[in-house]
């Protein structure tokens, strides 16, 4: 049933049928378990010629204005409204969110076309003051070239077009290798895009998007390739510190969104019930299968026994199970695998002296699917497992009694992306946000780490630097500038007693 759906979607979403079968790669959901498709992969040879064909695209693509290819942007984001429900479903079917988050992940890619559209006409340069008289110095801002996209399974779609209206505004191709986990929104985002080139009309040359099914030599192709100066990578901290030496040997640039062992701290001030919310959500959300999920959670010793045997409650009480029928908050993980590693850092957790609320699997019809139930754990001191991001429903909860302390916790780990406080203390708010406070690169007061709006930059996650995509003014990874300067008087300035015959 799941499989005759998925077809029926793709379909109306233009991608033709003979690429959804006989293929070396299974497509399968998270939902059941079952295969729902069969998608041919590249080879790296593959993937070098298509990358080539998006080069020639790009050469053609800079020469057009930039508020006309805003316009290409403009007609993406009413081609995802139209098809926002298909699109939205398929997100559900082949990542298992619940509806209203695959749907929220389409509205992000119509609110990144919106932002882009507008940066088309805001591609701004400076101009400088110049120490030479009779001149005026001036930056420029130029298409880059081609741009790669990595993009992981839990946000199929929306981070591609993060990257891709920027880039696409910006005078650059893009060439996209989703996650082997999710190929098929992959195409239908593909599909979707060709819709809107076929309203745009010739300026927009073939070529200018394209998708690498394929594995880690495919995704390496990429990465490697000489014709792509910049490559936005989203994944775990191991893929990227494979990924960034390798385009550091070739001075290509890197946007590195990666894995967040994301914290918060609740204060004595803070509104409990605010808090409670948002922690819920923050963790449970996405089977704790996002990059912003709170997974670790520093509460103050005043409030620690008001907050926590609540949290354990709504931990004890949320509903797991098929996303796509009836009213399931948390849906399954993403495969067996995850399931695996989520048991193993119960196991530490246990064995450092946490007491575990939660983790067991739900059983369900499908043999195949891993629901969940999300786990509170409630640890003596930020210690083994803690330190380490698990890309599962996990919490650990742990006392603290010095703000100093709980700043110095927070920001003792390698990995993160996000942050948030609970507080209606000034002072904490702002030390929080201050560069002694949070060292990630979202930084919240009274809101949970996860979700991030269009318009601010995301990603900066702290041990590698990173990088940043989307908002503000992250458009200028894509482009190059050029410093330029113009002499309009009628000599020539030489340095102080230097001259030259030229008769």
């Given at each position: 049933?799941?499989?005759?759906?998925?077809?029926?979607?793709?379909?109306?979403?233009?991608?033709?049928?003979?690429?959804?079968?006989?293929?070396?790669?299974?497509?399968?959901?998270?939902?059941?378990?079952?295969?729902?498709?069969?998608?041919?992969?590249?080879?790296?040879?593959?993937?070098?010629?298509?990358?080539?064909?998006?080069?020639?695209?790009?050469?053609?693509?800079?020469?057009?204005?930039?508020?006309?290819?805003?316009?290409?942007?403009?007609?993406?984001?009413?081609?995802?409204?139209?098809?926002?429900?298909?699109?939205?479903?398929?997100?559900?079917?082949?990542?298992?969110?619940?509806?209203?988050?695959?749907?929220?992940?389409?509205?992000?890619?119509?609110?990144?076309?919106?932002?882009?559209?507008?940066?088309?006409?805001?591609?701004?340069?400076?101009?400088?003051?110049?120490?030479?008289?009779?001149?005026?110095?001036?930056?420029?801002?130029?298409?880059?070239?081609?741009?790669?996209?990595?993009?992981?399974?839990?946000?199929?779609?929306?981070?591609?077009?993060?990257?891709?209206?920027?880039?696409?505004?910006?005078?650059?191709?893009?060439?996209?290798?989703?996650?082997?986990?999710t190929p098929l929104t992959a195409l239908a985002c593909?599909?979707?895009?060709?819709?809107?080139?076929?309203?745009?009309?010739?300026?927009?040359?073939?070529?200018?998007?394209?998708?690498?099914?394929?594995?880690?030599?495919?995704?390496?192709?990429?990465?490697?390739?000489?014709?792509?100066?910049?490559?936005?990578?989203?994944?775990?901290?191991?893929?990227?510190?494979?990924?960034?030496?390798?385009?550091?040997?070739?001075?290509?640039?890197?946007?590195?969104?990666?894995?967040?062992?994301?914290?918060?701290?609740?204060?004595?001030?803070?509104?409990l019930d605010m808090a409670l919310r948002a922690i819920?959500?923050?963790?449970?959300?996405?089977?704790?299968?996002?990059?912003?999920?709170?997974?670790?959670?520093?509460?103050?010793?005043?409030?620690?026994?008001?907050?926590?045997?609540?949290?354990?409650?709504?931990?004890?009480?949320?509903?797991?199970?098929?996303?796509?029928?009836?009213?399931?908050?948390?849906?399954?993980?993403?495969?067996?695998?995850?399931?695996?590693?989520?048991?193993?850092?119960?196991?530490?957790?246990?064995?450092?002296?946490?007491?575990?609320?939660?983790?067991?699997?739900?059983?369900?019809?499908?043999?195949?699917?891993?629901?969940?139930?999300?786990?509170?754990?409630?640890?003596?001191?930020?210690?083994?497992?803690?330190?380490?991001?698990?890309?599962?429903?996990?919490?650990?909860?742990?006392?603290?009694?010095?703000?100093?302390?709980?700043?110095?916790?927070?920001?003792?780990?390698?990995?993160?992306?996000?942050?948030?406080?609970?507080?209606?203390?000034?002072?904490?708010?702002?030390?929080?946000?201050?560069?002694?406070?949070?060292?990630?690169g979202i930084a919240n007061v009274n809101i949970g780490?996860?979700?991030?709006?269009?318009?601010?930059?995301?990603?900066?996650?702290?041990?590698?630097?990173?990088?940043?995509?989307?908002?503000?003014?992250?458009?200028?990874?894509?482009?190059?500038?050029?410093?330029?300067?113009?002499?309009?008087?009628?000599?020539?300035?030489?340095?102080?007693?230097?001259?030259?015959?030229?008769?």
């Open positions: 049933m799941l499989a005759q759906e998925t077809m029926a979607l793709l379909s109306k979403l233009g991608v033709a049928r003979e690429v959804l079968a006989g293929g070396d790669l299974a497509a399968r959901s998270p939902v059941t378990g079952e295969e729902i498709a069969r998608v041919r992969q590249l080879s790296a040879s593959d993937a070098a010629r298509t990358i080539d064909e998006a080069h020639a695209a790009f050469l053609k693509w800079r020469l057009v204005p930039a508020p006309r290819r805003g316009e290409l942007v403009r007609l993406l984001g009413e081609e995802l409204r139209a098809h926002k429900e298909e699109l939205g479903r398929l997100v559900s079917i082949e990542v298992g969110k619940i509806p209203s988050e695959g749907l929220g992940e389409v509205q992000e890619m119509i609110d990144i076309c919106d932002f882009a559209v507008g940066l088309s006409r805001q591609l701004y340069g400076l101009t400088i003051a110049t120490e030479r008289p009779g001149h005026r110095m001036m930056e420029t801002w130029h298409p880059l070239g081609v741009v790669g996209v990595i993009s992981a399974f839990n946000f199929p779609v929306a981070v591609w077009s993060w990257n891709a209206t920027l880039a696409l505004v910006c005078g650059d191709a893009v060439v996209w290798k989703p996650s082997e986990k593909a599909a979707i895009f060709a819709r809107a080139v076929k309203r745009f009309g010739s300026d927009a040359p073939e070529g200018l998007l394209k998708v690498l099914i394929g594995g880690a030599d495919v995704g390496e192709a990429l990465v490697d390739h000489p014709r792509v100066p910049l490559v936005s990578a989203t994944g775990s901290t191991r893929m990227g510190r494979a990924v960034g030496p390798r385009l550091s040997r070739r001075f290509a640039r890197a946007v590195l969104e990666l894995g967040g062992n994301n914290a918060g701290i609740v204060c004595p001030s803070a509104d819920a959500f923050g963790a449970m959300g996405t089977a704790g299968q996002r990059c912003t999920t709170l997974r670790r959670l520093f509460v103050h010793e005043s409030v620690y026994d008001q907050i926590v045997p609540r949290l354990r409650k709504a931990y004890e009480s949320v509903s797991v199970g098929n996303p796509l029928e009836g009213k399931a908050l948390v849906g399954p993980l993403i495969d067996k695998a995850a399931f695996d590693n989520m048991q193993k850092a119960l196991e530490a957790a246990k064995s450092a002296g946490g007491k575990v609320t939660g983790g067991a699997r739900v059983e369900t019809a499908h043999a195949d699917a891993y629901y969940v139930r999300p786990a509170i754990v409630e640890m003596p001191s930020q210690t083994g497992p803690v330190l380490e991001e698990t890309f599962a429903p996990i919490l650990y909860v742990m006392k603290y009694s010095d703000f100093d302390e709980a700043l110095g916790l927070h920001n003792a780990v390698g990995a993160g992306l996000s942050s948030s406080i609970f507080t209606r203390d000034l002072q904490e708010a702002e030390r929080f946000l201050s560069a002694e406070g949070s060292d990630c780490t996860s979700g991030a709006e269009i318009g601010g930059a995301f990603g900066g996650e702290k041990e590698t630097g990173g990088g940043r995509e989307s908002g503000s003014d992250a458009w200028k990874a894509y482009m190059r500038r050029s410093t330029n300067t113009i002499n309009y008087s009628k000599a020539l300035p030489l340095a102080q007693g230097v001259s030259f015959d030229i008769e």
